[in-house]
């Protein structure tokens, strides 16, 4: 065990302890009289003193000390030989025996030891070496605190601790957290690193200096166990742009487990939300455990490996041993108990597992224990097999657990035994009636005649038969053949969904199953069969609902009904094509989410080859669903997932191959077909079939497996290919030649078609020999590394889509603004960010339902007024204090030209680029626009409050000062003023609608707001002033000419008297409204309709002043905004929370 270090004085201790390994900074010594046999007097006093002692004096046998070479404090060693010195040295481990102290001198070797060379000073190392040890007793002390209560005392404190240093919102849930070192180039921070639910913090305060990182789990690129010169396993973590390494765990396994599922559930929750659903105890984020993850990974591991249902929630996981009939022996392994099944898989990979769905068995009883039968149990299924499991821990409650969900099963999906009573269980090798016959539901089938043809009672195949033209007698004879092995594999191993399923019946399958039995096999492995007998009528309605029905769904499965396996007779006339598209609609009405992708055609129509219709569509459902999960959406992430698999399997198995094709991702296009059709768009049927028999029976490790005996097949050729296309060439051949001879049926070209301009026959690879060796070279890849792997490349697909979104986003915005390209994708980061904020801490928040993948780029993210707001305040450069949020929320009302309360980046890139580099004209087109409706509204915050400022009072002189203080004539200025409006309004394509006085105050208002705290803050009010005198007496003028129906020059002579007549104070710009002239105090208080500005009269008035134009003219800085807006955002958001919440 670790211990606290505390200095040992080694003077006089030589004689009791012996060195028995020594490093550069570490020394393992034993106990005198330990371990030795006859051993020297002094080890036999020690040894007897030992012994005499009182159990809690005793001294551990084994110690581990810290010493550091050089230092004034300790005493320096070489080659574990001890030197003169203080002979102070400081224990940090004991153990019991030699094996426990091996495993804490392995991790220090590993861990710390290449890392303290780094370190120039020497009390630095001893420093260090301390805070690592003394934090790993404390995690060592929480792990065992919480195995005993559910919120132990100290995980409170490192939550408190979580909160104080990071200041994020109660709703950021912190799952777990672990002492570490972080890497900051070469030198380790030790610290501490935290796990919550929507981030990856760290926190280090080490020799005076302060460290935090947070990364958010939705940047995170890459998750990875890698090593480097100083440490041999570290866990990285690649964002966007930046690594980060961590190390010195005390288990790094458990670590990695727990940050894999975090970033898994995060970034399927946030970026693959199309049809990514939680599991209910992860629905809710908040409330998400250390001890929920490791139950999401144990069961995402339970249902991969059996391949059942998603919706299948484990229970159990109990070590036991089944016994084996064929073996005649018990067989070790672990039971996995369920909602619906009971399973079994025994430690030994491939020996034996066994899938019993509940909906079989028949009873679940305990047998009286017994030594050489201890805690035995028997469980018994329709079939009149049984299976006894023994050495079972708790049995009581699991017999319990197990007949409760039994009852349950039965209860929801009762069983008819009609079929079974009088039935010979061997009379057939895979009878229906061994899992229930399904037939459709009376009112189905009635149904079903009135809208559309009786669905097949039998496979097409059955019905278009065909012979073959050479040798059928020794064909059908090995047809025969295989036909016998089966029949004694069932009698020895099972017929029915719980069979065993050993290493024997993967050779059967291997080398293909007999035509008779290939669609009931199927059934049985995918456990298909379960599906069909616990809904008895589904189809049928199905089909009744669907058919008839026109959508664009329909439109694409009739598009494609004619392009499957169109060689093939059965699709050749209306009775496969009717069946195909029944089975393709029922099955697009059943998951609107999937509903129809290409390929489905392919595969179902394969599947109607050898199986009734019903089954073919439950076949369907099952390859959907679990066996090629997430393959069937519109963006086939499953599918390119597994590619990413492919390419680091092919690295790993095929280096030479890897070596001269730099780039996999070619190989990986190539190979998409393989793994969406299984082979059946690009090998002639005959042989396709057999893969579809592995793949039934092992999943898509068959796909995996048999894609790299193919590559190693042709290695050698596509090392010497010059192009990508040459190599496509060589792979299209080879598997255009891969033949079935033992096949029954004869050849049936592809649909695809391949060229070649080679005169010579090429050589026939036999589907046989290509899956037998696939098996033995490539056979070895188990479930949980397939899964592992899936899990790792999931994150780097999901963020591949968001880079393809966001270049894609931002060629479209580029041209449209002048922020440079570096700057708009920061700002593209923010926007986004935002929307992802509302998601971390907002569960009820509609921005989930903002993100949909399947819109087009610039539409996937979409923010709504309240994170418009927020972002606005970061990054606009028009902040007007309290009005700020004011004018956010017109912007907002001004952007939404679709009213639907979102908007998307572009727009909001646009508007900032105005903000920022527009011409001055068009940053006050813009601030007139957001005084007029819709963005003014009649309920707006700020309308209806009186401006009491003195902003408007019109005793300001209208005499504009010049540099040299000479003044020009008013009224010839404004006679021209308004002359050339005239013209430019002529020229205007779309010409705003006036502003009323109501909305010429808010401008006013906010053009106030904007200049506070500028540094020309009193030369801009006064100008504005000015301005705003100008533009209310132009606006009287307005409606005066509008009352006389002219404008005439005596309205202007009545302006420039009214004008002379006030004061030329400068401190008149600042006057109370109560000293304004009657006159314009009645103007004010006007109707609307009368009195307007336009915007031309406003942009010239503002020329006028050059404080004002050098205002909207300075250049203005995004950059240090941006940055800023990095740093601020989360912070901003937790405050808002809070204030919300108090």
Known sequence: MWLKPEEVLLKNALKLWVTQKSSCYFILQRRRGHGEGGGRFTGRLVGALDAVLDSNARVAPFRILLQVPGSQVYSPIACGELLNGSEVYWAIAIGATLEEINQHWEWLEQNLLHTLS???????????????????????????????????????EALVKFEARFNFPEAEKLITYYSCCCWKGRVPRQGWLYLSVNHLCFYSFFLGKELKLIIPWVDVQKLERTSNVFMTDTIRITTHNKERDFSMFLNLDEVFKIMEQLADITLRRLLDNEIFELDPDLQEPTQITKRDLEARAQNEFFRAFFRLPRKEKLHEVIDCSLWTPFSRCHTAGRMFASDSYVC????????CNVVLPLREVVSIEKMEDTSL?????????RSKMAFQFIELKDRESLVENLLMRLKKVHANSPVHYDNLKNEDSSATMCGDQKFGALKLSQNGNKA?????????????????HQSGTQSPDSRMSREQIKASLWSDHFVEYGRTVCMFRTEKIRKLVAMGIPESLRGKLWLLFSDAVTDLASHPGYYGSLVEESMGKCCLVTEEIERDLHRSLPEHPAFQNETGIAALRRVLTAYAHRNPKIGYCQSMNILASVLLLYAKEEEAFWLLVAVCERM??????????????????????????LPELAEHMKDLSTLASISLSWFLTLFLSIMPLE????????????????????????????????????DDGQALMILSRFLDHVKNEESPRPPIGNHHTFFSDDQEPYPVTDIADL??????????????????????????????????????????????????????????DLFKREHMISCYWEQTSPAFQHHDPNRPYAEQYLIDAQQFTNLYKLVSPWTCGAHTEILAERTFRLLDENMDHLIAFKGFAICLDIMYNGEMNEKIKLLYRLHLPPALTENDKDSQSPLKNPLLSTSRPLVFGKSNGDAIDYQKQLKQMLKDLAKEKDKTEKELPKMSQREFIQFCKTLYSMFHEDPEENDLYQAIATVTTLLLQIGEVGQRSSSSGSCSDECMDDVQTEASASTSDQDSVFADMGKIPQRYSQALSMTEGDWTVSLEHILASLLTEQSLVNFFEKPLDIKSKLENAKINQSSLRTNEMSRQSE
């Open 448 to 464: 079903d005649k009135e809208t559309s043809p009786l669905p097949n009672s039998e496979a097409l195949i059955a019905i278009f």
């Open 687 to 722: 042989s396709a079939v057999n893969v579809v028999d592995c793949f039934f029976y092992d999943g898509i490790k068959a796909i995996f497996q048999l894609g790299l005996a193919v590559l190693e097949a042709n290695a050698m050729e596509l090392c010497s290919s010059k």
């Open 373 to 381: 039968l201890p805690n035995p149990i028997i469980i018994s299924i």
């Open 771 to 828: 899956i037998r060796d696939s098996y033995e070279k490539f056979g070895d890849q188990s479930v949980e590394l397939i899964e592992h792997m899936r899990c790792k490349h999931r994150i780097r697909v999901l963020q591949g889509h968001e880079d393809t979104t966001k270049q894609n986003v931002l060629r479209v915005v580029i041209p449209e603004v002048s922020i440079p390209p570096e700057d708009l994708e920061e700002l593209y």
């Open 344 to 351: 079994f898989a025994s430690k030994e990979d491939g020996c």
């Open 118 to 156: 780094v370190f120039d000073n020497k009390e630095d190392i001893a420093s260090f070496v301390k805070g690592k040890i003394k934090a790993l007793i404390a995690e060592e002390t929480s792990s065992k605190l919480a195995e005993q209560e559910e919120e132990p005392e100290k995980f409170r």
């Open 628 to 653: 090629l999960p997430d393959y069937f959406n519109h963006r086939v992430i499953g599918a390119q997932v597994d590619q990413s698999v492919f390419e680091e399997l092919i690295r790993e198995r």
